[in-house]
């Protein structure tokens, strides 16, 4: 079973800048897509981005876009998300999720994605 494991979740002032991390355990996602979600307490599931196998195709929710970045690193197995000019409305888990599906089918439905990491935290307070 694949797994993925989100990092680099954390307390940041609002205006503030953060970047998270997610490598797979277990197996290797390098011709998957990936993606970003979130949820906010006693909110759904969000998509936030989504990236295709070899970086060149992205894709974003139309309120995040141009303050979060998505982007891989498939040599060291690793997909990125940063943020900036955070504010509090950005408070969520923060999930990385994997299709199944290969290549740049970027999708923006919670159950089309296949593997799921744990979340990493991020509160933008002061």
């Known amino acids: 079973q694949g797994q993925l494991v989100e990092s680099g979740g954390g307390l940041v002032q609002p205006g503030g800048s953060l970047r998270l991390s997610c490598a797979p355990s277990g197996r290797t996602f390098t011709l998957n897509v990936l993606g970003w979600f979130r949820q906010a307490p006693g909110k759904e599931r969000q998509f936030v981005a989504a990236i295709g196998w070899n970086g060149a195709t992205t894709r974003y929710s139309d309120s995040l876009q141009g303050r979060f970045t998505i982007s891989r690193d498939n040599p060291k197995n690793v997909m990125y998300l940063q943020m900036y000019n955070l504010n509090p409305g950005d408070t969520a888990v923060y999930y990385c999720?994997?299709?199944?599906?290969?290549?740049?089918?970027?999708?923006?439905?919670?159950?089309?994605?296949?593997?799921w990491g744990q979340g990493t935290q991020v509160t933008v307070s002061s």
């Open positions: 999720a994997a299709r199944r599906a290969r290549f740049n089918d970027l999708t923006t439905e919670v159950d089309t994605y296949d593997y």
